[in-house]
């Protein structure tokens, strides 16, 4: 989301500083559930229809969350506590998937993976006693 803000903020304010705040506001209203009032504010800056597609960052991104919007609650993830960036995830790919599933000579058939992958995202979610203890092969 932020890299098409920042791809409309630079087509919007001449200046980098200007630019920098444009971007910070704008984030700052995704934060507090004013996404009508991006929208807005991207839509009275959109490119003309006759403007190629490759040429449009404001329409762009303006598209980009108008067709997201159920999925841009950040007021509601930070409230409970959840991350809202990118960057947790793709690290959390990094030490859960990728450090058991990307050993040198393994591979992995798609059913064994996928087994292999929910074992991994119990431990790192801390469920990994609940999990064996609702196991049914060892329920007593």
Known sequence: MCEYLGQ????????????????????????????DAV??????????????????????????????????????????????GSGQIESAHRYVIQKRLKLPGAWWSPKNAQHMLALRLNRANSEWASYWATDIRYAA
Not at 40 to 68: F, G, I, K, M, N
Not at 72 to 80: E, K, P, Q
């Open 39 to 84: 929208l807005r504010t991207l839509q009275s800056h959109c490119e003309s229809e006759q403007t190629p597609e490759q040429d449009v960052p404001v329409r762009q991104c303006w598209r980009y969350l108008a067709t997201r919007q159920d999925q841009l609650d950040y007021a509601g993830a930070i409230a409970r506590g959840l991350p809202i």
């Open 8 to 35: 409309a903020a630079q087509a919007i304010e001449e200046q980098p500083a200007a630019q920098r705040y444009w971007l910070e506001q704008q984030k700052q209203r995704l934060k507090t559930a004013e996404l």
